[in-house]
């Protein structure tokens, strides 16, 4: 009997993937054998997955919570299906959609079934990221109207900054000296210089 293992996504380092590694706990999955990637789903090249793919052999079976956590691109999440049951002959087991249990009904009807299932649920998972990214632009969109700013702060110079670099540039004082006469510490100084002479040039 070969392997379980099981995988984990979740779309960006601060989200958590506490859910997804109870159920794999819950299952009896060693901790050794779950797979862990905080990247978006739209498509495969992620390091955890790949690595992943390395260690499955025929006859080993990879679990998963849901089907949008193998991915959430239409022909892909099929693709990559395929690849695994019938090339690796692997056999895999969706939690949350027991129809998505290739250890069972191995007959041409449950494998047709399948298939069924697992079209409809990845054009889901597709239309749910299509659907993020159109929210998130309209929220960015929206954002902008109301005159929010994004991206980084301009960093402002302190009021004494000139003069103090001035000197400094002359060797007439010190980085500590220039540092204390703007209020600022000495990496703060050397900060502010760097910005001043790329925006000066």
């Not at 392997?3 to 901790?31: C, F, N, W």
Request: some cysteine.
């Amino acid at each position: 009997m070969g392997k379980v293992y099981g995988y984990v996504r979740v779309s960006s380092t601060d989200q958590h993937e506490d859910r997804q590694l109870i159920a794999m706990a819950e299952r009896g999955i060693p901790q050794g054998r779950v797979y862990i990637d905080k990247q978006s789903g739209k498509d495969f090249a992620r390091p955890r997955y790949r690595a992943l793919m390395k260690k499955l052999r025929p006859g080993d079976q990879l679990c998963i919570t849901s089907i949008d956590r193998l991915g959430r691109n239409y022909e892909e999440i099929q693709e990559q299906w395929r690849f695994l049951t019938r090339e690796k002959k692997v056999d895999i087991l969706v939690f949350d959609m027991p129809l998505l249990d290739t250890r069972r009904d191995k007959d041409l009807l449950g494998t047709f079934i399948a298939d069924l299932v697992l079209q409809v649920l990845s054009f889901v998972a597709q239309s749910e990221r299509e659907n993020i990214r159109k929210r998130q632009a309209e929220g960015i969109a929206a954002a902008k109207a109301r005159g929010v700013k994004f991206g980084r702060k301009k960093t402002t110079l302190p009021p004494d900054f000139l003069q103090a670099y001035a000197l400094w540039q002359d060797k007439r004082i010190s980085l500590a000296e220039a540092a204390r006469r703007c209020g600022i510490s000495r990496s703060g100084f050397h900060y502010r210089v760097y910005k001043y002479q790329n925006y000066q040039t």
